[in-house]
């Protein structure tokens, strides 16, 4: 029973079931379809051309001339142009390209879908006649669009043996796979909006045509797919490459490699990559991670992005690779051209054998495998580097990314690398010192200064000099470190490890304690006590003599 055209009740399978209603929405292949709505206007102009010529047919057949006789006549009539200027335009309309009139097949075949479906079944490329739609398409489109991907047999069996559909598998399976993209097995329901958004729905594809070398860099982090040896300890690491791309050249401006993708990596490898072309571009294009979106970076005062002249930062929007396509396309040809040749026995990416990962982590522990060390894995991937620049350039073959780089205008960055190296922050000038991080840092000139908050910055590898700057960025003098906590004071970055390790030790005690209690290790207070109470009353017991009473509400 119908409840409006956005409602489809279905009845109970069993007797006492309850009414399920759920709204047409979700179940949209139940709708019967209406071809002639959803045909293009053109195909309804050839459908109503045939459909005049199965009318001129009929016409005849109606006094009494056979069918294939009246088909006969109509040709030879329009031949010898001896036919009404309408019917002629529609045997023209109707015939094939380069043809002046159908032929006696096709005529007698438009006859009979007539008779059967009317004028929507002479549509060019009709499927036939149009089923009612059955009871169990519903249930069958709900159940296989859960978003734990069940099989077709599996819905099958439900239909059959829960609802109590007459069905068969053969009958549900030609009619999953015969809806519509958007309902089937790539729906947004069974595979999830996300993916459907990135591999089913269509999306504009951008050009860089417009732009020039060095508008704007585009920088990701990739985990390298590969076994290197640690530079501290020398077990299995697999390094966190930072890789920045010019967006129009294509061209790798630079890389570094890190134990992970923070602050301190990110900001360096822009540090050196201005400094490293002399440019500073107008735009980049990053991610929304916590390297690249901080105070330290992000600050419209104090950030890395304010004092090197950045005019705007573009952040990747979630989940959406195809935002950050160029980088993730370079990403992609690094792992098939690079990671997988250099050292095949090394590579470690998702689609590598199992087997052959667990024989070489294990000859590596045992000794009998060398592991490259991080130099070793520069040196090779810069000379892929200079291979892949000089492939041809993805939108104009006819030029390479080197040589399309090399029509770079450089815009020189505001300091050197070691000034762009510097992190900064705003602290409050006291008896013409700032405090920051158990340092404290001193000059004449910050006298005047008393009371006011003015910009440090300062080098997480250098403690000895501090540079004070006004909030608007102008110089005012270079604060020495006069007072310290530590009798050797260890650097800024040695602290950021430091705490680091500490954090990571912290979460493994967590792991061990939760470990413990799983294991039922855990120490419980009122379970000892009444242990003790329960040993004490079992020896008194042993302890008395069998001849005496025993009074065991005194125990």
């Known amino acids: 029973m119908q409840r409006g055209a956005m409602i489809k009740r279905i009845a109970p399978a069993t007797p006492g079931g309850a009414v399920a209603v759920r709204p047409a929405a979700q179940v949209l292949a139940l709708r019967q379809r209406d071809p002639w709505r959803e045909a293009t206007e053109r195909a309804r102009q050839v459908a109503v051309a045939r459909e005049g010529v199965v009318l001129y047919v009929r016409g005849l057949t109606d006094t009494g001339v056979t069918q294939n006789n009246a088909v006969s006549l109509l040709l030879e009539r329009g ?46 490329d009709h499927k036939g006649r149009v089923v009612e739609a059955a009871g169990w398409w519903g249930p069958a489109l709900e159940y296989f669009n859960a978003p734990s991907k069940p099989d077709m047999s599996a819905v099958h069996r439900k239909l059959v043996e829960v609802d109590g559909f007459a069905v068969s598998y053969d009958q549900v399976r030609n009619y999953l796979t015969g809806v519509p993209a958007m309902l089937g097995r790539n729906s947004p329901a069974r595979i999830g909006k996300n993916l459907y958004r990135l ?40 390094p966190e490459l930072t890789v920045a791309m010019d967006m129009r050249s294509r061209f790798p401006v630079h890389w570094r490699a890190d134990e992970h993708e923070g602050t301190y990596a990110v900001q360096n490898m822009w540090a050196e990559c201005f400094a490293k072309w002399n440019h500073v571009p107008p735009f980049l294009y990053v991610d929304n991670g916590s390297g690249h979106k901080n105070r330290l970076m992000s600050d419209d005062m104090t950030g890395f992005y304010a004092r090197a002249g950045i005019q705007q930062i573009i952040h ?153 700057r006004t909030p608007e ?57 009444d242990g003790a109470v329960l040993e004490t009353t079992a020896t008194r017991l042993l302890e008395a003599s069998s001849d005496d009473e025993i009074n065991l509400f005194e125990l």
């Open 199 to 238: 591999t089913e729905k269509a999306y504009i594809r951008r050009s860089t045509e417009n732009a020039l070398p060095g508008d704007v860099y585009v920088a990701d982090g990739y985990r390298a797919d590969v076994y290197l040896a640690h530079p501290m300890t020398g077990d299995i690491w697999r």
């Open 473 to 529: 960025g102008r110089w005012i003098c270079d604060a020495h470190l006069v007072s310290e906590i530590d009798a050797i004071a260890p650097s800024r970055l040695e602290e950021k490890r430091q705490a680091r390790v500490e954090d990571a030790m912290k979460r493994l005690q967590k792991k061990m304690d939760e470990q413990k209690a799983r294991a039922g290790l855990l120490i419980d207070a009122d379970a000892v006590a």
């Open 316 to 468: 990747a929007i979630p989940g959406n690779p195809h935002g950050k396509g160029w980088i993730e396309r370079f990403f992609r040809s690094m792992r098939d051209d690079f990671l997988k040749l250099w050292h095949p026995e090394l590579y470690c990416g998702d689609d590598m054998a199992p087997e052959a990962l667990n024989r070489t982590v294990a000859d590596v522990k045992a000794g009998r495998l060398q592991l490259p060390s991080l130099a070793e894995f520069a040196e090779a991937f810069n000379a892929w580097i200079n291979r892949y620049v000089s492939r041809p350039h993805p939108e104009d073959s006819r030029v390479t990314r080197a040589e399309l780089w090399a029509r770079l205008v450089p815009i020189p960055p505001a300091g050197n690398v070691t000034e762009l190296k510097r992190q900064a922050l705003l602290l409050t000038v006291s008896r013409a010192m700032v405090k920051h991080a158990k340092r404290f840092y001193k000059h004449p000139d910050l006298h005047a200064f008393n009371g006011q908050k003015l910009m440090l910055e300062y080098d997480l590898m250098d403690n000895t000099v501090g540079v004070m």
């Open 79 to 124: 031949l010898a142009g001896s036919l009404p200027p309408h019917v002629g335009n529609m045997l023209a309309a109707a015939a094939k390209a380069g043809r002046s009139a159908p032929s006696r097949s096709s005529i007698c075949e438009w006859c009979a879908q007539y008779r059967e479906g009317g004028i929507s079944a002479l549509l060019p």
